[in-house]
């Protein structure tokens, strides 16, 4: 080349003998060069193909090669016969991925056609979508019949980003009859996820526990998911299975809970707002905790739509509550045994009389019983829930002496039971009031404490751990997990005579000529012992069934049986059910008769289902259809995992709705006399205007049987 | 030449040539066959059918005599200039960038066209030039005009692979004629300046992407750097033997795109591996310097510079594609030539090699006859 340069530059003049000189050396140029080229080339390919070749080898096999997750099947939660309360069931669901959607819009369209989703769902879809950050999968429909499923599938190549499968979801038998008990699933989200990077909360089709048993157990119930090696092609489409390994189901837990009895109690409880526990008085195992109404569990594990958001947060019965463990209530007279309790370990003979004219004097202020009870001693105080009694022995004894004993038969006290949330409530004492309201204990607080009134307030699970210590005389401690009871805790200091006392107290009640009388029960000789409760909400403007439900009295009823060797006691709570005896007593009557009668007990209840329309899953539904009917796609938008963490926490922050209000003494010394020994609000009420002459009385009302 | 029971048109023919080219189109025509899931269809019996053509064809050029080449160079490089501006107003009507004209039967790229034309006028201007004018400006401008035309068109259409290779077709061929070394220098120094500038410039948003993909191709798996990534994955992974002839998992399962034309060859290395490589590029330097070798057995200008143009813009195909699949050049829309499917590409090519078999004639009577 050096010679052509030469040659070339300084020489303009070539001839045809020149040109063919350079042509020959530079086409031997350009063929070297091209030899060259091809060389490098060759140096390349063995470059990627032999050096390389693990690495590219590795790299097209992760192309090809997708590895999914198999979601572990839950394990069941069982009751004490091994009865299934929550368990899985088999289905075809379709899901969404809306990182991999291309057009998401017009994919849920597709799919929402195909699945013939009606607008409500359509919606319900759209939000989810909306919530759900990209990777995780959104459910878009789980239990499809195989003809929806498959004219999905078909039509997987034209939706990317949807994935059907066949696998398990959570089935619930008893639906809301277990829902507080048991909680409910749904997918995992964002924050858990953040929180525990498994790559299996974000596998379609996995639910973990979002409340309840299903949330407190989530590690035993959730198991080891399996895998699935497909080879993929490059749009997502599965071509061939290359291996599976199954997946390994969580643990089943079994439960003391009687599945016939919980089902049974929550039906029972029919129209009402109420809880129902019963415990098993020879081991302290929760036989059933129930909370009506409630809302469906199996319609929770895909989400909580706008619209079954709007219908459970607008009910006045606050299905989303669990009052068994979460509602706090005055307990009214059901303190009495344990008051009576008390008053023994104090030294009170329960032969000594007391008179009751009607009422009772402290100081200038006039405190009215129920009635006239005349000369009662502490069976029949209990048995006529005699308020004078319980009035003129506080004030001997003063409520720091019986505080301490209310505390030790469970009330105000968290128990060790795997549930998501307990509230403890109120045993008010001279120190609670000072550091909490900066008052001086009266007199007065002691007169409402003794029957359950003023500042106490205690969950119907309490109630009913306190009833099945009355009645066995044990420190029961309640447990929930079947085959592991508590031991006892420190021996109660009641001698069985003192404990007799009540006992014959509360028998009479039922049995004798008490105040729950309409509500005994003989079954092939087993009785039940009991004591009725109305816990005022406001002061009382009527007697009996006013109009306006809010201000109606809490009903309530503990009891147990067999009387001669009490092996189970029940707390029920209605709220807003007015006399005890009326709402409270009848189904705990019920109730105790399924346990030892099923048959009888079930011919009364599905009588009465026949008059209330339904199951309490038919009457969801049904309600449900309604909302669907009136609200449509109207419904605001709201996220309800987020709102129900939100109220939990503002309930917890709060003192329970029911603790009254620092009251201030009253002012006017000329309304004094009549002033009640009740709730803040109620003494508001009565300085603000006239109240009806009937209406003023008690301040309690339990002994009062229409 | 010897008795022997072949026909003398058959025994004339390049077999030293043209035995490996069969063994390379029917090793297309396998991979074609793989790549369409095993079937003949779509893919691998219209590429041997399309081949079977061209080959009359070739043979057909083949047979046709040397001044009718010289004759015709001008009106059929006018004619394809006539159809590239064609291309351009039809685009223009219809609202939109077009590369073809669909004549009904089959749809023909006349940018295609050009690249062996180039080399064709190029070779006849160079002879029709006086030597002594060669260094002068009068040998460089009208062929800057005659490589500037064609190209500037299919820049526009746009097309940056074709114009590149038009211009390198014609380049070589200007640098074989025997213009100063010291002009391919300063235009290649000019070049180093001018790209940077033409970059920013001249190239479209895809293309610049395409390039920039190229040299960082890990920076954008799932776009631009996704065929690269692919291609060398199925290079990579095909190893020294391959991974057989219908196993090749990249280009089955959809990961490397364009499976059947522009990377080919990446489909065929996955199942063939290392030693399909070393066969093709065997072939095409059989090809290549079979070509040459007639270029530099010929006696007349004409003739030299035709063959080697011809074996220049089959290499620049080669080269570009292969460096392309490897990683070594930005993604060009260029195929690999007897193995990519499609019939312009074909067509093209075989009009190279059937130009080069003229020239061997011609080489083999001038032998005779002297």
């Known amino acids: ?706 | 030449m010897s008795i022997s029971i072949v026909p003398e048109v058959v025994a004339r023919q390049p077999w030293r040539m043209l035995i490996p080219l069969f063994g390379l189109v029917s090793l297309g025509a396998a991979v074609l066959y793989s790549a369409a899931g095993g079937h003949l269809q779509p893919y691998a019996l219209s590429h041997v059918i399309r081949f079977g053509v061209f080959l009359v064809m070739a043979i057909v050029i083949s047979r046709v005599s040397r001044d009718f080449f010289r004759m015709a160079a001008y009106p059929i490089y006018g004619g394809i200039v006539a159809l590239l501006v064609l291309v351009e107003l039809i685009g223009a009507v219809g609202g939109g960038s077009q590369r073809w004209l669909n004549l009904g039967f089959m749809t023909l790229q006349p940018s295609e066209l050009m690249k062996p034309a180039i080399v064709l006028v190029l070779a006849k201007f160079y002879e029709t030039l006086p030597p002594p004018m060669t260094g002068s400006w009068r040998g460089l401008v009208p062929a800057g005009v005659l490589i500037g035309i064609p190209a500037a068109l299919v820049i526009l259409q746009p097309d940056l692979g074709t114009a590149l290779a038009i211009c390198f077709g014609g380049a070589v061929t200007m640098f074989l004629a025997g213009l100063p070394l010291w002009w391919f220098l300063s235009a290649g120094a000019a070049a180093i300046i001018a790209i940077p500038v033409a970059f920013f410039t001249l190239l479209h948003d895809y293309q610049r992407n395409r390039v920039l993909t190229f040299l960082d191709p890990e920076s954008d798996p799932l776009g631009t750097g996704y065929h690269i990534t692919q291609s060398k994955i199925a290079i990579g992974s095909g190893g020294v033997f391959g991974k057989g002839f219908g196993n090749g998992t990249q280009s089955h399962l959809q990961y490397l795109p364009e499976a059947h034309t522009d990377f080919v060859f990446a489909t065929m290395a996955e199942e063939w591996g290392f030693l399909g490589g070393l066969f093709v590029l065997f072939v095409f330097g059989v090809l290549l310097t079979w070509g040459m070798n007639v270029a530099r057995r010929s006696p007349d200008r004409f003739s030299s510079l035709l063959a080697a143009g011809m074996a220049a813009t089959v290499f620049f195909y080669v080269a570009i594609n292969l460096m392309m699949v490897m990683g070594l050049a930005p993604v060009v829309g260029i195929p690999l030539p007897f193995m990519s499917h499609g019939g312009t590409s074909m067509l093209t090519n075989m009009i190279c090699v059937g130009t080069m078999m003229a020239v061997n004639r011609w080489n083999q009577r001038s032998n005779t006859f002297s």
């Not at chain 1, 008990?181 to 979002?210: F, N, S």
């Open chain 1, 1 to 706: 080349m050096k010679i052509s340069f030469r040659r070339l530059i300084p020489q303009t003049h070539s001839t045809s003998g020149t040109l063919r000189n350079s042509f020959d050396r530079r086409s031997l140029v350009v063929g070297s060069v091209q030899g060259g080229i091809g060389m490098l080339l060759a140096a390349r390919m063995a470059y990627l193909a032999v050096f390389e070749n693990e690495k590219y080898k590795l790299e097209a096999e992760s192309n090809r090669v997708n590895l999914s997750l198999i979601p572990p099947r839950r394990g069941w939660i069982l009751d004490r016969h091994g009865t299934p309360l929550a368990s899985n069931r088999a289905d075809f669901r379709v899901d969404a991925i809306p990182a991999r959607m291309t057009n998401v819009e017009q994919e849920l369209t597709t799919v929402a056609q195909l699945l013939q989703l009606d607008p409500v769902q359509r919606q319900d879809l759209g939000d989810k979508i909306d919530k759900a950050r990209g990777f995780a999968a959104v459910e878009v429909a789980s239990g499809l019949e195989w003809e929806r499923f498959a004219s999905v599938s078909v039509r997987l190549p034209d939706l990317p980003g949807i994935v059907t499968q066949r696998g398990f979801s959570r089935d619930y038998p008893n639906g809301p009859s277990v829902a507080h008990l048991i909680g409910y699933v749904g997918p995992a989200t964002a924050e858990e996820y953040q929180k525990d990077h498994d790559p299996l909360l974000i596998t379609p089709g996995y639910k973990v526990g979002k409340d309840g048993l299903e949330k407190v157990f989530e590690k035993e119930l959730r198991g080891k998911p399996g895998a699935r090696r497909v080879e993929v092609t490059a749009s997502g489409r599965i071509v061939r299975e290359l291996e599976t390994r199954e997946d390994t189901p969580g643990q089943s837990i079994k439960l003391t809970i009687d599945g016939g009895l919980q089902d049974y109690a929550s039906r029972r409880i029919g129209l009402e707002s109420a809880a129902v526990v019963v415990i098993d008085c020879l081991t302290g195992g929760i036989l059933a905790l129930c909370s009506m109404p409630a809302f469906d569990p199996n319609s929770f594990a895909d989400g909580i739509g706008r619209l079954e958001w709007k219908m459970l947060n607008e009910d006045d019965h606050i299905p989303l509550l669990n009052k068994a463990l979460r509602g706090l209530y005055p307990p009214g007279s059901t303190m009495k045994p344990m008051a009576a309790l008390a008053f023994q370990l104090h030294g009170v003979s329960p032969d000594e009389r007391v008179n009751c004219p009607g009422g009772y004097r402290l100081g200038r202020r006039f405190f009215r019983c129920d009635a006239v009870h005349g000369s009662v001693d502490m069976r029949s105080a209990i048995e006529h829930s005699c308020n004078t009694y319980f009035w003129s022995m506080v004030h001997r004894v003063g409520y720091d002496a019986i505080a301490p004993v209310a505390r030790l038969l469970g009330l105000g006290q968290e128990f060790d039971i795997p549930v998501a949330q307990q509230r403890y409530g109120t045993i008010p004492d001279a120190a609670w009031k000072m550091r909490r309201f900066h008052q001086e204990w009266s007199a007065a607080d002691s007169l409402n404490a003794s029957i359950g009134q003023g500042y106490v307030s205690v969950s119907p699970f309490q109630m009913a751990v306190m009833t099945s210590r009355i009645a066995s005389g044990h420190n029961l401690q309640p447990s929930l997990i079947y085959g592991q009871p508590k031991p006892f805790g420190p021996a109660l200091p009641f001698t069985p005579e003192q404990l007799a006392v009540v006992h014959d107290g509360m028998f009479n009640v039922v049995n004798g000529h008490g105040t729950g009388r309409g509500s005994r029960i003989d079954i092939n000789g087993v009785l039940m012992a009991g004591k009725t409760g109305t816990a005022q909400v406001r002061r009382m403007i009527s007697r009996g069934h006013v109009a306006d439900w809010k201000s109606r009295d809490h009903s309530h009823f503990i009891c147990y049986a067999p009387t001669d060797a009490p092996r189970y006691a029940m707390s029920v709570v209605v709220e807003h059910g007015g006399f005890g005896a009326s709402a409270a007593a009848p189904i705990a009557k019920d109730v105790m008769t399924y346990l030892f009668d099923p048959g009888k007990a079930w011919d009364t209840l599905l009588a009465m289902e026949k008059a209330w329309g339904g199951t309490a899953q038919e009457r969801l539904d049904a309600r449900y259809r309604q909302f669907v009917a009136q609200y449509g796609v109207g419904a605001p938008k709201v996220s309800a995992e987020e709102e129900i963490e939100k109220a939990r926490e503002a309930e917890d922050a709060q003192p329970p709705a029911n603790a009254p209000q620092p009251a201030p003494e009253p002012a006017s010394p000329e309304n004094a006399a009549d002033e009640q020994p009740a709730r803040a609000p109620a003494r508001e009420d009565a300085g603000a205007g006239p109240a009806p002459s009937n209406g003023q009385a008690a301040p309690n009302i339990s002994g009062a049987t229409p």
